[in-house]
């Protein structure tokens, strides 16, 4: 009989609470999210599932290790625990995946049309004013954000998830969880999110503006320019280097033509691999005590607002570009500066679309989308190099 009692007491039914049973929930939403509307599912689903994970209560997936007075180790610590530390708090698994989206990228789009780099530096004008808006909101006591804080909650406007993880597990890492969350739900959101956005700020004269064809880009010009990319910015903001040296890194394997099979590895096994832990390694940051607060719904709040400006903002650049441009562009594509790729650029063809059936914008709305990458990479380094040391 004692037997019996002391396993009903050392049960997770026994050691459950209102807030692990609650963000059980959470996790199990997600999954349905990931599952049934294919929202970013292949970070969603192990992030629902890691959350889960982490709020089993007395299953210690999230465990540090424990050393005795001699210190002899008693407990190895738990799975979670590693995945994070050793993945996502050394900044190692959003630097390999950026080397995967590198190698998925292709810049010539960007570099067919020069001046849409313009449209994915606007873009990130939603990242720096909900900075400020975090900062202010801190300043007047309404919510709990310090420097450190606002940085990490506004890079979740740059729509871009690996370079949000990255700059939260440095700068705040017990937010770590609600900004992935939020910036991953906002990803997945694009087709939802900003057409509304996109019709309110442009005419129907806009809408079907036919930009002229990009011109042919050469195997040249695709194998200097992340060598260019690389040495202008990490110069100028080594902060910014990590990232943007792993994405230029893999973009180069890609177009050199040489290594194929680590180019075909880096883009499909090696950062599905990596995607994987990075998800359980962001649900290890959703227990219920740093999840639930007000705290959350703050950064759920303002990482809206962060994209709807930026998408905001890469749209009135390109009409600001159309009063002096002799060649007009569509201000549908300035949109697709935040760094939701391919999908911002999707969207924005999709929306072209509807206003004329014969104009298509894909292509030259990836200049814009790979510009925001690079753009979300630079914001991300001028916030490290700004804030670290407060």
């Known amino acids: 009989m004692d037997n019996l009692t002391n396993i009903l007491a050392s049960s997770g039914f026994m050691q459950m609470d209102a807030g692990m049973l609650l963000m059980i929930c959470v996790g ?8 049934s509307h294919k929202f970013e599912p292949l970070l969603l689903l192990p992030i629902g599932f890691g959350t ?5 209560p007395g299953a210690g997936f999230g465990s540090p290790p424990v050393l005795d007075a001699m210190g002899q180790l008693v407990s190895p610590g738990g799975l979670l625990f590693y995945v ?7 900044g190692l698994f959003p630097l390999i995946i950026f080397m995967g989206v ?4 292709d810049f010539a789009p960007l570099l067919g049309n020069p001046k849409t780099l313009l449209l994915g530096a606007a873009a990130q004008v939603g990242i720096f004013s909900t900075v400020l808006g975090a900062v202010t909101l801190g300043h007047y006591g309404i919510l709990d954000f310090s420097l450190r804080d606002a940085a990490s909650i506004g890079i979740i406007g740059g729509a871009d998830g690996p370079t949000a993880i990255f700059v939260a597990s440095k700068l705040s ?13 906002y990803m997945a959101l694009v087709p939802i999110i900003q057409p509304p956005i996109m019709r309110a700020l442009t005419t129907k004269e806009e809408r ?18 992340p060598l260019m990319l690389l040495m202008m910015v990490g110069m100028l903001l080594p902060d910014a280097a990590p990232l943007l040296g792993m994405f230029c890194f893999g973009n180069l394997m890609r177009e050199c033509g040489v290594v194929d099979r680590l180019s075909e590895t880096t883009q499909n096994a090696l950062i599905n691999t990596v995607t994987i832990f990075l998800g359980l390694g962001v649900g290890s940051k959703m227990s219920a005590e740093k999840f639930l607060n007000l705290e959350t719904l703050g950064i759920l709040a303002l990482g809206a607002v ?22 007009k562009i569509n201000p549908l594509i300035g949109a697709a500066g935040v760094s939701a790729v391919p999908m911002a650029a999707r969207v924005s063809n999709r929306v072209g679309l509807e206003a004329n059936p014969n104009n298509y914008l894909l292509m030259h709305a990836m200049g814009p989308n790979v510009a925001g990458v690079i753009g979300s990479a630079v914001a991300a380094g001028v916030m490290i ?6």
């Open 385 to 390: 190099n700004l804030v670290s040391g407060s």
């Open 28 to 35: 199990v939403l997600l999954l349905y999210l990931a599952i």
């Open 208 to 225: 079907v503006i036919v930009m002229q064809q990009l011109r042919e880009v050469s195997r040249v010009e695709l194998i200097t320019f």
């Open 306 to 327: 962060a994209f709807c400006i930026g998408t905001a903002a890469g749209v009135i650049m390109a009409k600001l570009m159309n009063t002096v441009s002799h060649h």
């Open 52 to 56: 889960v994970l982490i709020n089993i």
């Open 173 to 185: 890492p017990d937010l770590l969880g609600a900004v992935a969350v939020a910036a991953y739900s």
């Open 84 to 90: 994070y530390e050793g993945g996502i708090a050394t």
């Open 102 to 105: 590198g190698a998925m990228t």
